[in-house]
């Protein structure tokens, strides 16, 4: 069945090295359309590289990464933005000074692009553009259930409104891949299964990829429809939870002998 | 009645501070670092000016235009070739660059122009307005309108605009911005220009009062506007608004009731004060460290 599906995103060989040491070493990736993918691996094993090389924060060493088709090769990290990767962060990284909303209006900064000029003078287009801007920012917050808090900073929001609302931001941006680092870090269990169900209501309702990140086993054997395993920079193993959870170099990597 | 009159003083002042301020604040704010040949592009402001007018015979509003031209494409040329290659440098590189461009552009100034003093020909109407016992120069008022015009024409363009909003965000985090799809390099340039915009502005309004351009002449009001907006909160928009504004009135009011000649050292004075007690500036922030 995955083979009927378009690959999003292909990457061949990749790998990338610091100085001497090689982080991420000959990975392979495959990103179907509107699947919810997942990269685990244990602590330092590469993840998080992996995903600065896929927004281009890090230029790889070695390999390609395709996207929608198009090689990736020379393109900036504005590029990937607008080519249609958008992600979270691990440690939250919010502009805690503006408020939800602008954070949100913040993520639509490429898409409904006008002139400073145009908007010095007050020009029409800078108004209908501010208003689509608005209209579709307050859309993606009543989706967030965070329309009430829209005047509230950042900063302010609780820690679980806080990770809504990256979510809502790279959203605006709109992707077809979206990348997310460890989206259930901090959360108690309850919150985990309220953010399991939006994760794969985020995936129908905007029809997007997504590759999460993410240590809580029962989220990630949960969601994902296939799981990639890194381990010192290395894949470990490729397939469905099923195959993961059984495959006996998982269960080593992750427990020890 | 003389208070009155100091206080309208220093307002004016402390109004062309303010313009000043803004642009180091704002360089401050999204480029994170301290543009000290500000002080300059308000020299290059004035010359050009100065030449529209005396020898090109030029309207005041077309040489203001000009000027304003000219410190845009200044600010983001000394953006492009002096600051840009050093984004990943430490603070000390750049501001070592900055104080570098600074000479240069002073030295530049110096070659084309000579060091002799020239006299800014008096392009607003001497007049002034009274009011009961006290008398306001139209320069002033012209002076303070200018002030609070562009604070509130910049608060609605930060606040209200696209570019606004990605500058904001860039000011918090580049990184972010940048995944956010927001063209860093464009923002720090859109800043630059606005920044040096605001200088050729400020240029007109300190030769207005004070008529004489020299090589040197952005030097002092460029390190009192650095001070002022250091002392409002280095990065905050309306702090550099209040800074320049208290700094003017703190310097003609030392001048007048103290000392003319320690009112520089009073001023200072003061910042020092300010920053022992609040090391952030009046409306800083204060950073957190995070763990």
């Known amino acids: 069945m995955e083979q009927e599906r378009k690959a999003l995103l292909t990457v061949q060989d990749l790998g990338i090295d610091f100085g001497g040491l090689t982080a991420v070493n000959s990975l392979n990736l495959t990103v179907y359309d509107k699947e919810i993918a997942g990269l685990i691996g244990p602590n330092g094993a590469g993840k998080t590289t992996v995903f600065n090389m896929l927004t281009k924060v890090y230029e790889p060493t070695r390999g390609t990464i395709l996207f929608d088709g198009q090689d990736t090769a020379n393109q900036s990290v504005v590029d990937m933005s607008r080519a249609g990767i958008a992600r979270t962060f691990q440690n939250i990284r919010l502009f805690s000074k503006l408020s939800v909303l602008d954070n949100v209006k913040a993520g639509f900064h490429n898409r409904e692009a006008y002139s400073p000029a145009s908007a010095v003078l007050r020009l029409p287009v800078f108004r209908k553009k501010e208003a689509v ?22 900063s302010n929001l609780p820690y679980g409104a806080q990770r809504r609302l990256e979510i809502a931001r790279a959203l605006a941006t709109k992707p077809k891949l979206l990348l997310l680092d460890e989206p259930a870090a901090g959360m108690n269990p309850q919150e985990t299964e309220e953010l399991m169900d939006m994760i794969r209501s985020v995936r129908d309702r905007f029809a997007i990829a997504i590759l999460l ?4 086993m029962k989220l990630v054997m949960g969601i994902c429809e296939r799981i990639t395993v890194l381990n010192y920079g290395m894949m470990l193993a490729e397939g469905t939870p099923e195959e993961i959870r059984s495959n006996p170099d998982v269960i080593k990597a992750y427990l020890g002998e | 009645m003389d208070f009155l009159s100091y206080l309208i003083n220093g307002l004016s002042l402390g109004s062309v501070y303010a313009i000043i301020a803004l642009g180091y604040t704002m360089v401050y704010g999204i480029a994170k670092m301290l543009n000290f040949a500000h002080g300059d592009v308000i020299m290059v402001g004035a010359y050009v000016v100065f030449f529209a007018i005396s020898s090109f015979h030029m309207p005041l509003a077309v040489g203001l235009l000009l000027s304003i ?13 002096a600051y840009k290659p050093l984004r990943q440098a430490s603070s ?4 070592i660059t900055a104080i570098g461009v600074s000479y240069f552009l002073q030295n530049a100034a110096q070659l084309f122009w000579s060091s002799s003093t020239k006299v800014f ?33 910049l608060m609605l363009f930060i606040n209200h605009t696209s570019t606004g909003r990605a500058m904001r965000a860039c000011s918090e985090d580049k990184g972010a911005a940048t995944l956010m799809g927001i063209n860093v390099n464009l923002i720090i340039s859109i800043t630059f220009a606005i920044g040096s915009g605001l200088a050729a502005i400020a240029s007109v309004l300190l030769c207005a009062a004070y008529p004489s351009v020299y090589p040197t002449l952005g030097a002092m009001p460029g390190i009192k506007a650095f001070t002022a907006a250091v002392f409002g909160g280095i990065g905050s928009i309306p702090g550099a608004f209040l800074g320049g504004l208290l700094l003017g009135i703190i310097e003609i009011f030392a001048k007048a009731y103290i000392s003319t000649q320690l009112s520089d050292a009073i001023v200072f004075a003061v910042l020092i004060i300010v920053l022992l007690i609040r090391p952030t500036g009046l409306l800083g922030r204060r950073i957190r460290e995070k763990v």
Do not use: W
Request: charged fraction near 15%; aromatic fraction near 2%.
């Open chain 1, 213 to 216: 990140i993410e240590h809580d």
């Open chain 2, 121 to 153: 020909p008096s392009v607003l109407s001497n007049g002034a307005l009274q009011l009961g016992g006290l008398s306001i120069s139209y320069l002033t008022l012209v002076t303070i309108g200018t002030c609070i015009l562009v604070m509130a024409c």
């Open chain 2, 69 to 81: 031209a000219v410190c845009t494409v200044l600010g983001i040329t000394i953006e492009r070739l």
């Open chain 2, 92 to 95: 000390l590189s750049v501001l």
């Open chain 1, 133 to 154: 801007i608005e209209e579709e920012a307050l859309k993606l917050l009543s989706i967030f259930s965070l329309s009430e808090e829209k005047d509230t900073l950042a």
